[in-house]
């Protein structure tokens, strides 16, 4: 069945890995921990990018390019930075390859040595920030709303497709501001895109709040984020939105004149998603019979399957087929009509169920006469007959129903495995026999923090914006908190 | 005077230098030969790439994506490959960093030594038909028509903003077919792709044609070009084409099962464009006084200055300029309204007219009184009262004016600047004193073809589509010729 997809009740790490596979979304390469995307996984991320895209430029944002190689010195400068990404960096040391001895194979040409070594960018602070000196003079060249799509690098030992890999492609939007206060707006406006975007086109709902001191972002004053919750109860961080305060401008000396002439550091900020929520789209929605995508996001929303007997009958039901393709197509709904008479409607039916397919409709011989068809709905896999008349309106109402069917049921889950604990055995059981997000009082010492993260592998995920201010007693030190916080394992 | 840009007829390069840096468009970055892509600039190539996707898409292709990183040793598998594009290549040698010993700095640490180097893709190649071998089994699995939208690098000794950097941003389209005919079909039609968006988007007329064998991309066996005509009588390749036979599916042993189940290598093609294109595009159109766009591609097609004394007046005018703005959006018109009051409407003017905005409109109180408002073309400088009423119609015809005007004009003066020549007197003449594109016999041979670009520069930039078989002499050997062929000197 299903191709053989494991069970996620069984192996839910084994299913994720062969259903990225066997939907086609993406594999490994021969180079350690970069991943190949392919075409309709990248068609999904492609229609994630529009949208994002679309969202940034509303907000005032322009894109740029920034040149992939930074100067190593330049991750000297912000002394937090280099700390959190001077590390596992790729390391371009050399600009030239010449013939071996052997007269076929090439080797590095030791003459063509570089003077300082180029990272490749594992993000993008310093080297933007480093082009901001020259961009900013005065009041009037502020606000700069910049945003980079670009591949970025950052050598990671263990790799998973989507979740963790070293090469990924992302966005990073990178401001300055004239002020502290406009800074923090433009943080929190932004998480407010992305928690938007993951909730109306994902179908995922996210927790929005802040990331711990210890949990922030390497030159960060503040970190903002989503955390959205898996199917296996693990939490996913979605999206991270900072508060760079003036740390750039100090390391780079980006000022600029006010109005009346004196001199300030700008504020600034950064925010991004990534590749990474291919991985969390999948882990949100999808089944023991492979990938469910969210109408919003999805490369096709129809697949027509064609049931037949010789050429005559496929001609029948393609005239039928036809026309369906182009009321729909009418409405802006993207429609396959599968006639590859290569492979057989069984090969066409397992195939849309694992690429998630949010509808299929099979056309036969019984339909031509009775003016029917079977419309089958990936999310709850129900069928229904259809009268081939009106169909299309009613199709795009079925789209819409199953985009907020899908968000529905991810924030039933969501609900059913957010427990609020309110001591440690109590913690301690919950994560170990039903997972998912804890809320629990925290003292708010780094210390504990990473006494909790030793003892059960749970981080705190955020500090929510919605819980409130409250006494309590830490759930681990029993000391004085003021706030309940968010827990979970990650990935 | 035009913010003191250089003249073109005094300083070409200069002129073109300038210009990219005060169009806003691309600057030089710390980082040797690889440039920053300002968000102007970036809006271009963002238009550019919009287009030219939908027109992959719509002849059948996807987009995926491919490591940025190369195994060396993949650059040896295809003979012909590794001589064209081992050499300048950046070579990633490591994969950390660590603290320095004066705790402040960070070096290469020595343990971290890749087993293999690996390359920042000079072009992807090899990468992709390593995946192709898992890709592609049997007939069913082709055509296998795939697109990359990615950064490459090529060290470069000598770099020019848009038209030769170490690293930049392109397509490259990668495809197997079961029959060399059907290889051939396709890299045939991508260069017809790329010829039209060319003409009809950037109004840049282009002579299609084969590269000679010396000139061909390493590793084809045929490439087709587009050559385009610079301002300064130099010629620029604006996208090539190539049939690679069988050399990668033979490098790389990808074979599929015909209908009857016998293995055969696949054939192949691969096509790119890039940020070069930027490049072209500026030297076509613009002039003395800045940067000159096809309204297809320009990111603002039309600016809106108001010129008033006090907010009151400034109130009324905007009231006239809003409705004109949204009487274009309604038209699809990309419109800036551009109310600054930080900046005079000179400054304004200086401004629009360096970012080569097609149209700009400017209103004040006359105009109020009268209904009226000033319209400038940034084509031909010329300025026209136009009444308010029915504004909107008569600049969307404007533009599609102005789209035509900048490719006949470009046509016009491709003609002029194209000569044929019938003997080597002529031929220094010409290219000494007029520059341009030549038209001669050649002999056919790579010796005669290396020879006059030993002695004049000039490279045979295509053997065109539209010249004839005919008899004839070299133009410099006086040997047997069959084809009069395309020489310049070229960018």
């Known amino acids: 069945m299903a191709k053989g997809l494991p069970k996620r009740a069984e192996d839910f790490s084994a299913w994720y890995n062969e259903l990225v596979t066997k939907a086609d979304l993406a594999e490994h390469s021969d180079v350690r921990g970069c991943m190949i995307i392919k075409p309709y996984g990248y068609a999904i991320w492609d229609n994630m990018k529009s ?10 944002h322009q894109n740029a390019y920034f ?4 100067p190593k010195s330049y991750l000297s400068k912000e002394a937090a930075h280099v700390d959190g990404f001077a590390k596992e960096c790729a390391v371009v040391t050399h600009y030239r390859l010449k013939n071996g001895e052997d007269g076929k194979s090439v080797v590095v040409d030791p003459e063509a040595k570089l003077e300082e070594e180029l990272i490749i960018r594992p993000t993008s602070e310093t080297i933007i920030w480093n082009s901001f000196k020259n961009w900013i003079q005065s009041y009037r060249d502020l606000p700069l709303l910049i945003n980079q799509w670009a591949n970025v690098m950052r050598w990671e030992m263990r790799t998973r497709l989507f979740l963790r890999t070293s090469e990924f492609l992302w966005q990073e939007g990178h401001t300055a501001h004239a002020t502290k206060a406009e800074a923090i707006t433009e943080a929190e406006k ?4 992305y928690a938007d975007f993951a909730e109306q086109h994902m179908a995922m709902p996210v927790v929005k709040g802040w990331k711990t001191e210890t949990e922030r972002f390497a030159g960060a004053n503040e970190t903002y984020c989503i955390e959205a919750l898996m199917q296996d109860g693990k939490a996913l961080q979605a999206g991270t939105s900072h508060f760079l305060g003036q740390n750039f401008a100090k390391a780079f000396d980006v000022k600029f004149a006010d109005a009346n002439g004196k001199q300030e550091h700008v504020w600034a900020t950064s925010w991004g998603v990534s590749t990474r929520l291919m991985g969390a789209l999948i882990l949100t929605h999808s089944d023991d019979f492979g990938l469910v995508l969210p109408p919003k996001l999805a490369p096709i929303h129809v697949a027509i399957v064609p049931i037949y007997k010789g050429d005559e009958q496929l001609a029948q039901i393609s005239e039928v087929a036809n026309k369906i393709k182009s009321e729909l197509q009418a409405l802006g709904i993207i429609v396959k009509f599968d006639d590859d008479t290569k492979r057989k409607p069984g090969w066409k039916f397992a195939e849309y169920e694992m690429k998630g397919v949010p509808v299929r409709i099979a056309i036969g011989p019984k339909d031509l006469e009775k003016g029917t068809v079977e419309v089958a709905r990936r999310d ?3 069928k229904n007959g259809y009268e081939q008349e009106d169909l299309a309106p009613k199709l795009k109402a079925l789209l819409e129903e199953i985009q907020e069917n899908l968000l529905n049921k991810a924030k039933s889950f969501n609900d059913e495995n957010t427990t609020t604990v309110e001591n440690w055995n109590e913690f301690k059981s ?4 039903k997972g998912g997000f804890i809320l629990a009082h925290w003292d708010g010492t780094a210390e504990t923090e990473e006494k909790i993260k030793q003892e059960t592998k749970a981080t705190i995920r955020c500090i929510p914006y919605d819980t409130i201010e409250e006494e309590g007693k830490c759930v681990y030190s029993s000391n004085k908190s003021t706030r309940k916080v968010l827990f979970a394992k990650a990935y």
């Open 51 to 60: 949208e994002l895209d679309r969202q940034f430029k509303a907000t005032g």
């Open 190 to 193: 932004m998480l407010e895109v």
């Open 380 to 382: 709850t896999l129900e």
């Open 67 to 70: 040149p992939l190689l930074i």
């Open 430 to 433: 919950v994560l170990e026999n």
